[in-house]
């Protein structure tokens, strides 16, 4: 089921959960010159049997605030295992996707393509409280101690109600490898909520403990907000 670029902003229980993850984040960012085109287009794409067949929770997302990358939007895909990743992986080399390149070949360029591993995931996944992500990009020297010590900062941050949606931890596997090694990221319910969690927690105590305790070079903190999602769980 999709929900596009408006997202229904009901209120639901909370039950915040750390979980060790598995599965892997595939991200695309593209460099978009003409929006309500490209995004018909991908409605149709995710709204034709090889959507409703796609073996992953999609979101495409408007970058806010993206740095110097070129990239104006981005297309996330969640594939809970390895054997999802490689099917849906596989499904862009059908008839169906290249017909839908074909569509959006001239409003639209490739700028990066990334796969990532989830170590951690956890938090509060109704849709509409994960209306924006924020994400830090990052070079880790000791990934072990930096995620004991993100767990640590984050198990604060849920303790005091700093978090409205969902969290998680990545490690980079494929694509550009001398940028980053990790990122982590959460979901709010809107922009001025990012905002706010942010702000708490860079005056936190947590985060100046975890600040002194790892070793890690922040290459970029992006903010993007949803536009659609498809086949996003319990939706």
Known sequence: MKKLFLLPMAIFMMSFQFLQADGYIASYSIKVSDVPAFAKS???????????????????????????????????????????????????????FGAFLNEVQDISEPVE???NRKLMSGGNNNQADNSVYTTYYMSVKNPNKYAAAWKKLIDAQVEDGNISGSYGLRAHT?????YYSHYAY?????????????????????????????????KKTTMMVVMATYNYPNS
């Open 42 to 96: 991908f409605d149709g794409l995710m709204s034709s049997d090889f959507g409703k067949t796609f073996p992953g929770t999609v979101t495409l997302g408007h970058f806010a605030f993206n740095g110097y990358d070129d990239a104006t939007h981005a297309v996330v895909i969640s594939y809970d295992s390895e054997a999802d990743m490689a099917t849906g992986t596989q499904m862009f080399y059908t008839p169906t």
């Open 113 to 115: 393509q990334s796969l």
């Open 174 to 178: 494929h694509g550009n490898n001398s």
């Open 186 to 218: 959460t979901g709010s319910t809107n922009i001025e909520s990012a905002i706010e969690e942010q702000k708490n927690l860079m005056q936190s105590s947590s985060f100046a403990t975890f600040s002194k305790n790892v070793k890690r070079e922040v």
